[in-house]
């Protein structure tokens, strides 16, 4: 292991550390809350609330809609920790960085993490703001956590990614919205570096690829949850289309105002869930 990796498994260890010191108890499920989807930590009891830039060495998240902080409490009885708000690649962080909370997590002993986004829809079947449960992922951000010496504490020098979203999460995830009465998709996601939204041609190609939604995070974080074998729940909100022939001009203040309305639904799926665990 060299000098690098080194500091960077001890910052992880001191950010860990001082939020053992911190928190009343140990959380079970992490939910990472994506653009606009802050609305899940609405429902979480007895809160704890932790600013990253009072955590050390935690980054700083800089993306419109992630307010950074770490919101510990209860969510249906369930010991829960939510980052409210990530680190994107797009922001200029390194990708050891764009996972520091996951590692993070794991190291506080977490179970589960559950990663939610805001997604355009690449299948032109796909309906502007309904929830869309992800079932794999293309990597096309260039770049791969993992990448270096291999932190063998953490895992394997290969990891297998042949059931990084969990399987049973994810039938878990169908029956729930099927008994909530709540419409989803389930696709492949796929991850660009960003921050500009995709040209039409770029469009085409990734739908080519066998995406059925695009975004800009989330892929990151579930290589690293893979790495140390937490069990993975991803689901995008579907806040635009974007395919090739039907595109018009999109901003991210549009992207953000049907997340939120989408995060109303992904919110009650995820609730729902964490009873059942």
């Known amino acids: 292991m060299n000098d690098d990796i080194k500091k960077y498994v001890e910052r992880v260890k001191r950010a860990t550390e001082y939020l053992k010191n911190k928190i009343k108890e140990i959380p079970e499920i992490c939910i990472v809350l994506g653009s606009g989807l802050q609305v899940i930590a609405d429902s979480a009891e007895n809160v704890q609330k932790i600013s990253y830039k009072d955590i050390p060495e935690f980054p700083i998240s800089t993306a419109p809609g992630h307010k950074g902080e770490l919101i510990f409490g209860k969510l249906n009885g369930?010991?829960?920790?939510?980052?409210?708000?990530?680190?994107?690649?797009?922001?200029?962080?390194?990708?050891?960085?764009?996972?520091?909370?996951?590692?993070?997590?794991?190291?506080?002993?977490?179970?589960?993490?559950?990663?939610?986004?805001?997604?355009?829809?690449?299948?032109p079947d796909y309906e502007v703001g309904r929830p869309m449960i992800i079932k794999d992922h293309i990597n096309m951000m260039g770049d791969n956590p993992l990448i270096g010496p291999n932190i063998d504490e953490w895992g394997p020098r290969f990891p297998d990614m042949s059931n990084a979203y969990d399987k049973d999460l994810r039938e878990l995830a169908k029956n729930v919205a099927a008994e909530l009465g709540i419409p989803v998709y389930e696709g492949v996601y796929i991850a660009v570096a960003g921050p500009n939204f995709e040209t039409p041609s770029e469009l085409r190609m990734l739908r080519w690829m066998g995406a059925d939604a695009v975004g800009m995070s989330t892929v990151p974080e579930v290589i690293a949850a893979a790495h140390r074998g937490t069990k993975v729940l991803a689901i995008s909100a579907i806040t635009d289309r974007a395919v090739p022939d039907d595109l018009q001009p999109l901003t991210g203040e549009e992207v953000l105002e049907v997340a939120n309305r989408t995060g109303q639904l992904i919110s009650k799926i995820l609730s729902e869930i964490v009873k059942r665990l």
């Open 78 to 123: 369930k010991n829960v920790a939510l980052m409210n708000g990530r680190f994107h690649y797009y922001e200029g962080y390194h990708m050891r960085d764009v996972t520091f909370g996951i590692r993070v997590m794991q190291e506080l002993g977490v179970k589960y993490i559950f990663l939610t986004n805001a997604a355009g829809g690449l299948n």
